[in-house]
């Protein structure tokens, strides 16, 4: 690699370097000039580390799993010498556990930021897992050439299941939300969605296309044999010491073998308080209050994939208290709770969500979690239930929160009836975090700031930030990591009742809330912007 084509270290002459450390220009390592004291005698300097830089020989000195739990990582390894970079240059006994596992080396610890830390173990992680991988397909691809058989490759052999173990690990660690394996003519495609982008993964040879198919199918308790029909099924997994579930779909195809779809449910999630979900204090603080009444319906709206099941559960996090009984009913369950009641749907034993509503309500619970209203049945015993002292927490398939009010109507339930029955309608949306390792600031040109319709009552910072287009180790390249909550919270005041009885249309209905101080989707992504989380691209890519 030629110094060019390291991308930000064109300036190398104004590198300063760690004399302890080198005293050749450290591509690695750079010294931000900062020292932090630990006791007298021991001083940590303060560096910038380079995750993409770091020779795979560092990943072999200690185990991936210590660093995480220390926060730690090898970056050099010379002459017996060690550098480790750690996020807490004050960790002591972190400091004494490392010398002592590394007792045949001299050791030198530096102090980096968490961040870049962070960086360098998923790339770590990363790298162990594909290094297994590829052993696994290797010897695939003997027996493969050996047998020729390799299609009819048990679906227990221990084999199937380590290639498939290390990819669902290397999913989870990049916090994939699913996981796509589509065969065709020449090989198998496994492509992750990552912060609700696809991207590919890797390819398998075409011969263990059906040995992976089939081991979903038994773990999932799926029919083998059944090719033809598109099945679901699902199991749960601990992975890298995180309890997830796995849901899956097979995809028949026309020639050749299925393709499946693996979902994956953190059920670290269910943890998550409803002021952690990550709205702005201007919805969670009303929203709570809402979520804090007796009785009543409260509905999250928004398109498929845009956070509503995590809002609900963070919602129940905070309500479902120990003296009040819980039913829910699900299509699916995607994360368990300990004493709560989850129903999931199964169409075919006649358990829909108005079914299970209806002897929910002679079970007479404190709180019934719906996950979605989609017919008028259910939209009627949803307010029935709310109406009749019972607290209802559901999803509608609606972009906006004035919309759920004509949504209902056109369902079927008669104007008064939502009015009386429905506390609040929190809309949400997902959109990309810019990645901090690399956003770009800029000035905005008036013209930018016109198109976008920045509202008044948001200051305009100096500076916006965008994503940078090469992206950086951090992010993948992408320019953007992580996800970050857009919401717009109505309240059912009595001139938005009014309004819904007159069956005005959402957007009349939308503009009253907003002259009682809703603000908007819209509203809640530019100040997203203003913070310098997100990117004017952004919002306009999320369509907010
Ligand atoms: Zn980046």
């Not at 084509?5 to 450290?26: A, V």
């Not at 360098?120 to 691809?141: G, L, M, N, P």
């Not at 083998?224 to 997830?244: L, M, N, T």
């Not at 992504?525 to 907010?544: D, N």
Request: net charge negative; hydrophobic share 40%; glycine share 6%.
């Amino acid at each position: 690699m030629s110094l060019d084509e390291i991308d930000g270290m064109d300036n190398l002459d104004n590198l300063s370097n760690i004399d302890d450390l080198s005293n050749e220009k450290d591509l690695v390592l750079r010294n931000t000039g900062n020292v932090t004291h630990i006791s007298s005698n021991d001083l940590v300097e303060h560096v910038e580390i380079r995750p993409d830089l770091i020779a795979i020989s560092c990943f072999e000195i200690i185990e991936l799993s210590l660093a995480r739990k220390l926060k730690v990582v090898p970056v050099k390894f010379e002459n017996d010498i060690v550098t480790i970079a750690m996020a807490n240059p004050s960790d002591l006994s972190a400091m004494d556990d490392l010398r002592y596992k590394l007792g045949n080396y001299d050791v030198i610890f530096v102090a980096s930021e968490e961040n870049m830390i962070n960086a360098a173990i998923s790339r770590w992680s990363r790298t162990v897992a594909q290094s297994a991988e590829s052993e696994v397909i290797k010897e695939f691809k003997t027996e493969a050439t050996e047998s020729n058989k390799v299609e009819e490759m048990d679906e227990d052999s221990g084999k199937m299941s380590k290639l498939i173990l290390k990819m669902l690990e290397q999913a989870v660690s990049l916090n994939a939300s699913d996981v796509h394996i589509e065969p065709n003519e020449n090989e198998v495609m496994v492509r992750f969605r990552v912060d609700g982008v696809l991207q590919p993964h890797t390819k398998y040879p075409l011969g263990v296309a059906n040995g992976i198919v089939n081991f979903f199918k038994v773990q999932g308790d799926m029919e083998v044999a059944d090719r033809r029909r598109p099945q679901d099924g699902r199991f749960g997994k601990i992975i890298s010491g995180r309890e997830v579930d796995f849901r899956i779909v097979t995809i028949p195809t026309a020639h050749g073998p299925e393709g499946i779809v693996i979902r994956l449910f953190d059920q670290s999630r269910a943890r998550l308080n409803i002021d952690e979900v990550g709205f702005h204090k201007h919805i969670v603080d009303p929203f709570i209050k809402v979520l804090e009444s007796p009785h009543g319906m409260i509905l999250v709206t928004g398109p498929t994939g845009s956070g509503k099941t995590t809002t609900l559960y963070a919602s129940l996090g905070l309500i479902a208290t120990p003296d009040r009984k819980v039913l829910t009913i699900e299509d699916p369950v995607e994360i368990r709770f300990q004493g709560i009641t989850q129903v999931q749907v199964n169409e075919e034993a006649q358990l829909t969500f108005s079914t299970a509503l209806k002897s929910f309500l002679r079970a007479d619970p404190d709180i019934m979690l719906v996950g979605e209203i989609r017919d008028s049945e259910t939209a009627n015993l949803a307010a029935q239930a709310a109406l009749t002292g019972h607290l209802v927490l559901s999803t509608l398939h609606t972009n906006e929160a004035a919309g759920a009010a004509t949504r209902l109507v056109n369902l079927g339930l008669e104007p008064f009836i939502i009015t009386s029955a429905l506390k609040g309608v929190l809309a949400q949306r997902l959109m990309r975090k810019l990645c901090r390792s690399c956003a770009e600031p800029f000035e905005a040109s008036e013209e930018e700031i016109r198109s976008v319709k920045w509202p008044e009552d948001i200051e305009m910072p100096d500076m916006l930030w965008r994503a940078n287009k090469n992206g950086c180790p951090t992010c993948d390249h992408s320019g953007y990591k992580g996800r970050l909550v857009v919401g717009e919270l109505i309240l059912i005041s009595d001139a938005v009742a009014q309004s819904i009885i007159e069956m005005n249309s959402s957007i009349d209905i939308e503009k009253i809330a907003i002259t009682e101080g809703m603000k908007t989707l819209h509203y809640d992504a530019i100040k997203w912007v203003a913070e310098g989380a997100t990117s004017l691209e952004e919002v306009k890519r999320a369509g907010v």
